[in-house]
């Protein structure tokens, strides 16, 4: 069984950037998706991006797209967030997943209620 832990969040102004990390310890790492999910105050957690358990294949949220990018490192274990041109809307708890690759990668991003592994998340807050 997986664990993942994140790291890397913190307060950025509006326009900046910022990188977060997610490590997993575990063994077979290399048969999970892994995904990036955001859960604002209030809000519900939605899906940000997701990449493939080889990396070869990526999705993103409409409201990322252009400005962050996933990718990973098998070797390491870690997946990473990079966000550029944060917005204020972006401040939320960010939270590292894995779902087995056998499950169809294109629907991760929609599907928080059926993935079982998370991280504990990271906090970013983006001030304008």
């Known amino acids: 069984q997986l664990q993942l832990v994140e790291s890397g969040g913190g307060s950025v102004q509006a326009g900046g950037s910022l990188r977060i990390t997610c490590v997993a310890s575990g063994i077979l790492y290399n048969i999970y998706n892994m995904a990036w999910f955001r859960q604002a105050p209030g809000q519900e957690r939605e899906g940000v991006a997701v990449i493939s358990n080889l990396g070869g294949t990526t999705y993103y949220a409409d409201s990322v797209k252009g400005r962050f990018t996933i990718s990973r490192d098998n070797e390491k274990k870690t997946v990473y967030l990079e966000m550029n041109n944060l917005k204020p809307e972006d401040t939320a708890t960010y939270y590292c997943?894995?779902?087995?690759?056998?499950?169809?990668?294109?629907?991760?991003?929609?599907?928080?209620?059926?993935?079982?592994?998370w991280g504990q998340g990271t906090h970013v807050t983006v001030s304008s």
């Open positions: 997943a894995a779902r087995e690759a056998s499950s169809r990668l294109s629907t991760m991003l929609t599907s928080a209620r059926d993935i079982t592994l």
